[in-house]
C-alpha cells in the first residue's frame, strides 16, 4: 500500500495566485514527521518545510505553509504568492519509526509538478 | 556552510560494467542516505550510513553496495550495471537520523546513465 499519496500529477497556477498541493499518508506509527521539497528541473532536492506528528501548529516558512489535518491523515503544501521561479516537482516525503530511535528512511510520493503562468 | 556535494554529476556507462558515486554530507552531519530515482518507480531509498555502518536498507539487490568514511563522506558502488539502473542518484545528510525534528538535505544528485 502506498504509503504517501499525491493525487495531482500536475497542477497549474497563476503568478501571484496561491496553490495548495495535496499529500494523504498513511502510517500506524505515533511518531512522525512529514516532510516537502521542490525538485527543479536541475534535480537537486530543496527542503521546503516540516510537519511533525506531535505539533500542535501548522508549520510556515515564508510563503510555504502546511495544512496538517492528522485526522485525515493529510499534509497539504500551501504556496502563496506563487511566482515563476515556484514551476517545479513537489515531493511529500514521511519518515517513521521515530519512537523506536529514529530511522533515515523517507518515503517519497510520486510528486506533484506545479506550472505557474506569467 | 557548504551544502551536500556529490561527484560525478554525470555518467555514461555500458552494460557490465561498475561505477562508484562519491558523496560529501554537509560539515558535522554523520548520517548519509542514498536515494534512487527513475521516472517509473520515483524516489527509493537504498540505505542509509552512519558513522561508517550501514543502519538502514532498502530493497535492492546486492549489486548496490556502498561505505562511509570517518570523516562521514560516502561512496555507493553499483557492480555489473543494467539498463535499469539509469537513474539519478540522491545523497542526503542529516546531523543524525534520531530525532524527529531532523531535516534530510540532498545533493545535486548523478545522473547515470547505462547504455
Known amino acids: 500500500a502506498q504509503k504517501i499519496t499525491q493525487t495531482q500529477p500536475g497542477m497549474f497556477v497563476q503568478e501571484k495566485e496561491a496553490v495548495t498541493l495535496d499529500c494523504t499518508y498513511d502510517?500506524?506509527?505515533?511518531?512522525?514527521?512529514l516532510f516537502w521539497y521542490k525538485q527543479p528541473s536541475s534535480g537537486e532536492m530543496i527542503f521546503l518545510i516540516y510537519?511533525?506528528?506531535?505539533?500542535?501548529q501548522n508549520a510556515t516558512e515564508g510563503r510555504y505553509s502546511l495544512n496538517f489535518q492528522k485526522a485525515r491523515k493529510s499534509a497539504n503544501l500551501v504556496i502563496s504568492a506563487s511566482q515563476l521561479g515556484d514551476s517545479a516537482m513537489y515531493f511529500c516525503?514521511?519518515?517513521?519509526?521515530?519512537?523506536?530511535?529514529?530511522?533515515?528512511?523517507?518515503?517519497f510520493g510520486k510528486g506533484t509538478k506545479l506550472t505557474v503562468n506569467p | 556552510k557548504a551544502g551536500v556535494t556529490q561527484t560525478p554529476r554525470y555518467l555514461i556507462k555500458t552494460r557490465g560494467q561498475q561505477v562508484t558515486l562519491s558523496c560529501s554530507p554537509i560539515s558535522g552531519h554523520r548520517s548519509v542516505s542514498w536515494y534512487q530515482q527513475t521516472p517509473g518507480q520515483g524516489l527509493q531509498f537504498l540505505f542509509e550510513y552512519f558513522s561508517e555502518t550501514q543502519r538502514n536498507k532498502g530493497n535492492f539487490p546486492g549489486r548496490f553496495s556502498g561505505r562511509q568514511f570517518s570523516n562521514s563522506r560516502s561512496e555507493m558502488n553499483v557492480s555489473t550495471l543494467e539498463l535499469g539502473d539509469s537513474a539519478l542518484y540522491l545523497c542526503?545528510?542529516?546531523?543524525?537520523?534520531?530525532?524527529?525534528?531532523?531535516?534530510?538535505?540532498f545533493g545535486p544528485g548523478t545522473r547515470l546513465l547505462v547504455l
Open positions: 510537519q511533525g506528528s506531535y505539533d500542535q
Open positions: 502510517t500506524s506509527d505515533p511518531s512522525y514527521g
Open positions: 516525503a514521511m519518515r517513521e519509526g521515530l519512537t523506536q530511535g529514529g530511522s533515515e528512511k523517507l518515503v
Open positions: 542526503a545528510s542529516s546531523l543524525s537520523g534520531l530525532s524527529a525534528r531532523e531535516t534530510q538535505y
